[in-house]
């Protein structure tokens, strides 16, 4: 059994920062691959970047060279550093961990980018 909590959305200009981070508990968090989903009114849920249990991490190519996901292990959680935000950026964001029987949603963030 495992929760998640979420923060960190914010209301940010272009070309701002922000990070948010995902705190789990309960479970193995080592065991688990993180990652970042988005989802913006109308659209599919998007992957915008995953992290495998060693620290490997992937990128949308909408957003390489701007975010940057990574894992504290000790703190259980999971940062998603946003630089250059742009509006297209604005979106619900999820994070998600996965592993062997298990696959669990945080409850979403709102990001949104606009002068």
């Known amino acids: 059994q495992v929760q998640l909590a979420e923060s960190g959305g914010a209301l940010v200009q272009p070309g701002g920062s922000l990070r948010l981070s995902c705190v789990a508990s309960?479970?193995?968090?080592?065991?688990?691959?993180a990652g970042w989903y988005r989802q913006a009114p109308g659209k599919e849920r998007e992957l915008v970047a995953s992290?495998?249990?060693?620290?490997?991490?992937n990128y949308a190519g909408s957003v390489r060279g701007r975010f940057t996901i990574s894992r504290v292990y000790d703190k259980n959680t999971v940062y998603l550093h946003m630089n250059s935000l742009k509006p297209g950026d604005t979106a619900v964001y999820y994070c998600?961990?996965?592993?062997?029987?298990?696959?669990?949603w945080g409850q979403g963030t709102q990001v949104t980018v606009s002068l």
């Open positions: 998600h961990l996965v592993g062997a029987g298990i696959d669990y």
């Open positions: 309960g479970g193995t968090f080592s065991a688990y691959a």
């Open positions: 992290i495998g249990r060693y620290g490997t991490a």
